[in-house]
């Protein structure tokens, strides 16, 4: 099972920027689809982002387009998330996951998904 270990979360003021990365361990990084998903107090977890196996596709939810680039270095077996002009509500939990899966319009983790321990990302009005 492949491990995951997010960073480059933190606090920022709205209109900010961050760059979120997610290293992952073992040789078969490449061969896994990768997402970042948040999650906010009292809130589910939803989908942020999704991209395939060598980057060439990425998927966004509304919440996000525009904003947030997806990518990812598999030389490095790391998947990265930046995040431009940051609202309030974009406070939550990060979390990147491997192999998700389209589900209608967003993807969704599945039952083979390994899961980071999180980073915080705090964005202050």
């Known amino acids: 099972q492949v491990q995951l270990v997010e960073s480059g979360g933190g606090l920022v003021q709205a209109g900010g920027s961050l760059r979120l990365s997610c290293a992952a361990s073992?040789?078969?990084?490449?061969?896994?689809?990768m997402a970042w998903f948040r999650q906010a107090p009292g809130k589910e977890r939803d989908f942020v982002a999704g991209?395939?196996?060598?980057?060439?596709?990425?998927y966004y939810a509304d919440s996000v387009k525009g904003r947030f680039t997806i990518s990812r270095d598999n030389a490095k077996n790391t998947v990265y998330l930046q995040m431009n002009s940051l609202k309030p509500e974009d406070t939550a939990v990060y979390y990147c996951?491997?192999?998700?899966?389209?589900?209608?319009?967003?993807?969704?983790?599945?039952?083979?998904?390994?899961w980071g321990q999180g980073t915080q990302v705090t964005v202050s009005s």
């Open positions: 073992g040789r078969t990084f490449s061969s896994h689809r």
């Open positions: 991209i395939s196996y060598r980057g060439g596709s990425t």
């Open positions: 996951a491997t192999d998700p899966r389209p589900y209608d319009d967003r993807w969704v983790s599945s039952p083979s998904s390994s």
